[in-house]
C-alpha cells in the first residue's frame, strides 16, 4: 500500500508542477485579450453597434495564438512526459514487491513511446482551438453583437480564462495531465499481464469519504479473478458510479474504477 500511495503522491506532484505552468500561460492569455479589446471602437464604455465582431475576434484569435505558440506548454508536457522515470522506479518497486517480478525495459520503453504520442496529440492545435480558444470567442461574439459593457466582458473573460475551476485551460490540460499518468500506469500493467500471463488483479490504493461503491468493494476484496471480472464490472454498473463507458474483462486495468479513479489494479497470479 505504500508504494502505491507513493505513486499517487509522485502523479499529483507532477500534476501541481505542469498546472502552475499553464496558470501562467493563462494569465498571459487574459492580459493580452484585454489589451486588444481596449483598442476597440466603445460607445458609452460598451462595445459600439457599428464595431464588426469578426474583426475584434480575429484580432483576438491573432493574439491568444501568438501567446499559446511562443510559450512553454509544449516543453512543459514533454518534461512531463520525461519524469515518468520516476513513475517507472516506482511500478518496478511495485511489481517486486507484489509479484517478485522485473519489469522488460521493451515493455517500458513501448508505453513511453505510446503515451508521449498520444499527449502530443492531445495539446495539438486542434484540440486547442475546441477546449480553449471556441468558448472564449463565442464568449466575445456574444458580448460584441449585443453590444455589452468592455468591463462586464473582461470581468467575464477572467473568469472563464483564469478563475472559474482554475481556469479553462488549466482544467484542459489538468485533464490531458491525468489521462496521461492513469493510461500510462494501465498500459504498463496490462502488458505486463500478457507478458506474464497472469490471471488475477490486485486492487489497491486509499479510500477517502466519497470513494465509489465499486472502488470500497474491490479494494475490500483486494485480488480480482479474471473469471471474476465481468460479474464485478457488471455489478459496478448496478450499483457503483462513475464507471467508464464500455469497461471490459479486457481494459478494465486502464479503467479501474471509472473516471479519474486514483485506485491501481495490479496484475498479479493465485
Known sequence: MELVDKNIAIGERLERRLSKSVIEVQNEIYEAVKKVLDKFQLQDGRFSPDQNPTKVLAAINKAIRKIISTSSLKTEFTNFIDDFDQIDKNLQAIHSDFNGIKIPSTILTSAREFQMDYTVNNLRQANINLK???????????????????????????????????????????????????????????????????????????????????????????????????????????????????????????????????????????
Open 132 to 270: 480553449f480558444l471556441a468558448p472564449v470567442k463565442q464568449l466575445l461574439f456574444s458580448r460584441v453583437v449585443f453590444g455589452s459593457g468592455i468591463l462586464e466582458t473582461t470581468q467575464q473573460l477572467r473568469k472563464m480564462i483564469t478563475e472559474t475551476g482554475g481556469g479553462i485551460l488549466a482544467r484542459w490540460s489538468g485533464q490531458v495531465a491525468r489521462d496521461a499518468l492513469s493510461m500510462y500506469q494501465g498500459t504498463i500493467n496490462q502488458q505486463i499481464k500478457v507478458h506474464f500471463d497472469f490471471n488475477a488483479v490486485r486492487y489497491v490504493g486509499p479510500l477517502v469519504v466519497d470513494s465509489r461503491p465499486q472502488c470500497v468493494r474491490w479494494t475490500d476484496k483486494d485480488i480480482i479473478l479474471d473469471s471474476e471480472l465481468a460479474s464485478e464490472i457488471k455489478w459496478a454498473y448496478k450499483n457503483g458510479s462513475g464507471m467508464i463507458a464500455d469497461t471490459t474483462v479486457l481494459n478494465f486495468i486502464l479503467n479501474r474504477g471509472g473516471y479519474n479513479c486514483k485506485h491501481e489494479a495490479i496484475p498479479t497470479r493465485v
